[in-house]
């Protein structure tokens, strides 16, 4: 099974893709462990071409569950995945996700690298471009591949798809 994962900023794409590959029993590969490298002194952009390879290597893997909001350099895995899901909550929901979420990191484990208000601000301004603009450039892109899409727009879909997947490992 070959999953690919994706939706805004806050919609639960993590939680969702773990669920996915520890019920499939497949690898998860989160899309920020290769978009991003990890400094102490803040993330930095991984070379495009570096990223593109890192992700070719995965996509020839037998089964894999993808997730991330990257989707303009994620075609190889959208093309070879069995099952695109996109998370497709209303607005409102994505930034309670993400103020919930700010004020965990704070409590949890302080400040820290994401617990901060400038990481605060700039998920909430990914958000709105998110919502804005790249909504629609997502749709626009993966029309070639409808046949495979699944769009989960709550709970009720998402509890329905880790069924139906879970019935089918």
């Known amino acids: 099974m070959r999953l690919f994962v994706t939706g805004p900023t806050g919609s639960g794409k ?35 071409a570096e ?6 290597e995965i996509v020839q893997l037998d089964a894999w569950v993808i997730e991330g909001v990257q ?5 190889i895995a959208m093309e070879r995945a069995n099952r695109i ?3 497709d909550p209303p607005r409102w929901r994505t930034i309670t996700r993400i103020l ?9 484990s302080g400040a820290g690298h994401r617990g901060t208000v400038k990481a605060l601000l700039e998920e909430l301004r990914w958000s709105a471009d998110y919502y804005g603009h790249e909504r629609r450039m997502l749709f626009d892109t993966i029309g070639q ?6 769009v989960v727009r ?10 139906a997947v879970s019935e089918t490992a």
């Open 14 to 48: 993590s939680t969702l893709a773990a669920k996915l590959a520890q019920r499939t029993a497949v690898p998860l590969f989160p899309l920020d462990e290769i978009h991003w490298v990890r400094c102490l002194s803040g993330d930095r952009r991984r070379d495009p």
């Open 71 to 75: 989707f303009r350099w994620t075609d």
């Open 154 to 163: 709550d709970d009720k879909g998402e509890r329905a798809l880790i069924e």
């Open 85 to 87: 899901v996109i998370l």
């Open 100 to 108: 919930r979420r700010f004020v965990n990191r704070r409590r949890f």
């Open 51 to 56: 990223r593109l390879s890192m992700l070719g």
């Open 145 to 150: 591949w409808s046949d495979k899409i699944i």
